[in-house]
């Protein structure tokens, strides 16, 4: 939502301001200028990329759109589900909760939190760990030293897209540029027009330049921007996992383990020690 309004805020400040100035917004309607700048960054975009990074960044770009959906909630129920997997671990030792790990769509305790079901990427990682725990065939650094992998894959997966945002936004400019060019090409070859068409011919070619910028900065360039603050708080998530788990294997009961992974969360996110005890108890009692 926040795009779309900020996006109507540069339109609105950059064309009010220029018809405000006594300029003629017909003017700068220039389907070919725009065919030439997006035809030539979209042939850009194929050529840079393999078949991955394009199907990764085509998937992201629709998510710019929608709010973050690591909400303090989300955060609450996946620390409320690592607390009754602990907690029934303490209990019942680690081969209980084994059923739990191989089928957890089938699990009383996962199937209890549909948000923290329907992120598949942080339920494979905590399942994949809690098995490791059960297997017992592995240290915490050992562990830890693997979650650090995976976790830095995740991220380095996650980059694709902003990286390639940021490059087609960087070479939007570019393209203006180019259009710009063959516009003055076009209005070198009419040079016998009278004075009053040749000045509307070089005006529609610096439109060229105009709507490179305008698109590279007040468009695309900000994207990548938001795509990496999404993907920081993706990672976030898997933090609060593996710090969680890592104080558990470290011999802490489920309530101070559940504490270290609060302590990892963003400040805006973060609930407070009360919060999260009430809203552990509730979900337990449940």
């Not at 939502?1 to 950059?14: D, K, P, T």
């Not at 009010?16 to 065919?35: D, R, T």
């Not at 975009?45 to 710019?64: D, Q, S």
């Not at 209980?96 to 009383?108: H, K, M, R, T």
Request: proline share 4%; with cysteine.
């Amino acid at each position: 939502m926040l795009v779309i309004v900020g996006y109507i805020v540069v339109v609105v400040a950059i064309f009010g301001g220029f018809a405000l100035a006594g300029g003629h917004m017909a003017a700068l309607l220039q389907p070919l200028e725009l065919l030439m700048i997006g035809g030539g960054a979209a042939g850009a975009f194929l050529v840079g990329n393999n078949a991955k990074a394009i199907k990764a960044t085509l998937k992201a770009l629709p998510t710019v759109f929608k709010g973050s959906k690591y909400t303090r909630a989300l955060y609450m129920d996946m620390m409320a589900l690592l607390y009754e997997l602990l907690t029934k671990i303490r209990k019942e030792g680690l081969m209980s909760v084994e059923a739990d790990v191989d089928s957890p769509e089938n699990s009383p305790l996962f199937t209890k939190y549909p948000t923290i079901m329907a992120d598949h990427h942080i339920v494979e990682f905590l399942t994949d760990y809690l098995r490791l725990m059960v297997s017992g065939s592995m240290n915490a650094f050992e562990i830890e030293n693997l979650m650090d992998n995976e976790i830095e894959t995740h991220h380095h997966e996650g980059e694709v897209p902003v990286h390639v945002v940021a490059k087609l936004g960087d070479g939007l400019p570019a393209f203006g540029i180019i259009a710009a060019v063959m516009g003055v090409v076009h209005t070198m070859e009419s040079v016998g027009l009278p004075p009053a068409e040749l000045g509307i011919l070089i005006a529609h070619a610096l439109v060229g330049t105009f709507l490179g910028i305008l698109l590279a900065y007040g468009f695309v360039g900000p994207l990548s921007g938001l795509l990496e603050q999404k993907l920081h708080e993706s990672t976030k998530m898997f933090q609060c996992v593996k710090v969680t788990l890592l104080a558990s294997i470290n011999g802490y009961a489920p309530a101070i383990a559940v504490e270290f992974g609060r302590k990892v969360l963003f400040s805006t996110e973060r609930p407070s020690f009360a919060e999260l005890e009430t809203h552990v108890k509730g979900a337990k009692s449940r």
